[in-house]
């Protein structure tokens, strides 16, 4: 049932952290409202990721990165971004 735009799924180690994310009674399961809330916030990712992917590349730079972060309520400080880029480029 879960899947990133254009109808790709997720990895099944995504799903599971997804799941443990949102699984409010910690029964490994997530029920209807849980769902919502999951639904929801993978909804406000993806509208932060599109209104920071200015070129419609589907790639967001890591100024960029900083930016939607910081609106979707992070804050991060140039260290940590320093660590994360270094991880995941």
């Known amino acids: 049932a879960l899947s990133k735009g ?4 997720f990895a ?9 994310m949102f699984d409010a009674d ?8 849980e ?3 999951l639904l929801g916030s993978l909804t406000r990712w993806k509208e932060a990721f599109v ?11 890591w100024s960029e990165l900083a930016k939607a972060l910081a609106t979707m309520g992070y ?15």
């Open 75 to 89: 804050s991060l400080n140039e260290r940590t971004l320093d660590a994360l880029a270094r991880v995941y480029q």
């Open 26 to 33: 910690r029964s490994g399961t997530i029920g209807y409202r």
């Open 51 to 61: 209104r920071f992917d200015t070129d419609r590349s589907g790639t967001i730079g």
């Open 6 to 9: 254009g109808w790709q799924p």
């Open 35 to 37: 769902f919502e809330q």
């Open 12 to 20: 099944l180690r995504t799903v599971v952290l997804l799941i443990n």
